[in-house]
């Protein structure tokens, strides 16, 4: 007896192909962005398959979503610590510069 129901990689295949037009009009750089997005749900096919949903795109679309907030948010980890770095740099700055310019004003006469 053969499968009723395809895989849910079986669907992502099937979703891909019927984007390779739109995949094709691309430029060269935004195909491997785009062949990037839809390995989001391959990552993902456990919870993509448990998630009976009657369409499927929004699952995929969904996994998608959940892999570039996964970026973003370690984007802006990277970001908060660089700050923090700078903020660090620049007060040791100012308090150099403080001490050398109270260090000046009493030499001054």
């Not at 499927?56 to 610590?81: A, C, D, N, Q, Y």
Request: charged content about 30%.
């Amino acid at each position: 007896m053969g499968r009723t129901v395809p895989t849910f990689t079986m669907v992502i295949h099937e979703q891909e192909s019927q984007w390779k037009k739109f995949r094709e009009a691309l430029r060269k750089e935004d195909q491997e962005i785009f062949d990037d997005l839809f390995r989001a749900p391959k990552i993902h096919l456990a919870a993509c398959a448990y998630a009976v949903n009657p369409i499927p795109f929004e699952i995929i679309v969904m996994s998608m979503l959940l892999e570039e907030r996964k970026r973003t948010v370690v984007l802006e980890k990277k970001i908060e610590g660089l700050v923090e770095y700078m903020n660090g740099l620049n007060k040791a700055v100012n308090e150099t510069e403080n001490e050398h310019g109270s260090e000046n004003q009493g030499m001054a006469v």
